[in-house]
């Protein structure tokens, strides 16, 4: 295997510098396009069926095309991972709308999955609320569009902020989702985690966990949350299909139940890596 950048454009593997878009693409010039991020564990993907549906629901949101390849997407990636010699490997697909008269692109890149090291496992991570607001009546919030710059705004306040993550509340005031990830709260015992109706972009990682949730009988469901919530909480853990299950132990400097990683999420991380593990 090789330690070189490569990526996947078009067909076609490529070293990772000369993948190129058009000048006009409206990925480029407009934001019109999506994207997905996931990883790949010994080339494999857990869920990523999820992920291309995903894919294909933004698509048609967006009327993109989505190129007959996706089809080969687990070989793709696989071959992907291996070329640059990642046995671990977040990638990110990206799928352009393309030129006004032209054909969409599809772009994947791989890079080690280093973004988050074992100590946020086992100390947690903290966050802040931030003044971006989540537009909850947005299509954009059920997809993952190339504008995406409120999620950046509010991820660049929280590190501003001396944080690691922010959470976004929608117009109604409400909980919605943190700048990359989903959030659940522990609150009398039960797994509580916004609906997709109060903004919440339908992670695949976020239905992993409540149905995992569901066969471990661990009391788990959607309801509209408020920050209130959030600080009686005596538990909450952010999720993505990087991260896992990932615990949040502080929010605007005060701790969430007792300041550390708690005994649900723990078990919660414990059945996510064993099912990611063995997909």
């Given at each position: 295997?090789?330690?070189?950048?490569?990526?996947?454009?078009?067909?076609?593997?490529?070293?990772?510098n000369?993948?190129?878009?058009?000048?006009?693409?409206?990925?480029?010039?407009?934001?019109?396009?999506?994207?997905?991020?996931?990883?790949?564990?010994?080339g494999?993907v857990?869920?990523?069926?999820?992920?291309?549906?995903?894919?294909?629901?933004?698509a048609?949101?967006?009327?993109?095309?989505?190129?007959?390849?996706?089809?080969?997407?687990?070989?793709?990636?696989?071959?992907?991972?291996?070329?640059?010699?990642?046995?671990?490997?977040?990638?990110?697909?990206?799928?352009?709308?393309?030129?006004?008269?032209?054909?969409?692109?599809?772009?994947?890149?791989?890079?080690?999955?280093?973004?988050?090291?074992?100590?946020?496992?086992?100390?947690?991570?903290?966050?802040?609320?931030?003044?971006?607001?989540?537009?909850?009546?947005?299509?954009?919030?059920?997809?993952?569009?190339?504008?995406?710059?409120?999620?950046?705004?509010?991820?660049?306040?929280?590190?501003?902020?001396?944080?690691?993550?922010?959470?976004?509340?929608?117009?109604?005031?409400?909980l919605?989702?943190?700048?990359?990830?989903?959030?659940?709260?522990?609150?009398?015992?039960?797994?509580?985690?916004?609906?997709?109706?109060?903004?919440?972009?339908?992670?695949?990682?976020?239905?992993?966990?409540?149905?995992?949730?569901?066969?471990?009988?661990?009391?788990?469901?959607?309801?509209?949350?408020?920050?209130?919530d959030?600080?009686?909480?005596?538990?909450?853990?952010?999720?993505?299909?990087?991260?896992?299950?990932?615990?949040?132990?502080?929010?605007?400097?005060?701790n969430?139940?007792?300041g550390?990683?708690?005994?649900?999420?723990?078990?919660?991380?414990?059945?996510?890596?064993?099912?990611?593990?063995?997909?």
């Amino acid at each position: 295997m090789s330690d070189k950048a490569w990526a996947y454009q078009d067909g076609a593997f490529l070293p990772a510098n000369e993948a190129r878009v058009a000048a006009g693409d409206t990925g480029l010039l407009r934001g019109n396009g999506l994207f997905e991020t996931f990883r790949a564990r010994q080339g494999r993907v857990y869920l990523l069926d999820r992920h291309v549906a995903r894919l294909r629901a933004g698509a048609d949101e967006l009327a993109i095309a989505v190129p007959a390849e996706v089809e080969r997407l687990p070989k793709i990636v696989s071959e992907l991972a291996e070329r640059c010699g990642l046995s671990d490997a977040r990638v990110r697909l990206t799928l352009t709308a393309g030129p006004e008269d032209g054909q969409p692109v599809l772009l994947l890149q791989a890079w080690p999955a280093t973004d988050y090291p074992p100590e946020m496992y086992t100390h947690g991570v903290t966050a802040v609320i931030a003044s971006v607001r989540r537009n909850e009546t947005s299509p954009l919030t059920r997809i993952k569009s190339l504008s995406n710059l409120d999620n950046l705004l509010a991820k660049r306040e929280a590190l501003q902020a001396g944080a690691d993550e922010a959470l976004l509340l929608n117009t109604k005031g409400s909980l919605a989702e943190a700048s990359i990830a989903n959030l659940f709260i522990v609150l009398d015992g039960h797994i509580r985690t916004p609906p997709i109706a109060d903004g919440v972009l339908p992670g695949v990682t976020r239905n992993a966990v409540l149905e995992l949730a569901e066969a471990a009988e661990i009391a788990a469901r959607e309801a509209t949350l408020t920050v209130d919530d959030l600080r009686r909480a005596d538990e909450a853990f952010l999720t993505n299909a990087i991260a896992g299950v990932l615990p949040l132990v502080a929010v605007d400097g005060r701790n969430v139940g007792s300041g550390e990683p708690g005994e649900l999420t723990g078990r919660l991380r414990a059945l996510y890596e064993a099912a990611a593990a063995a997909a």
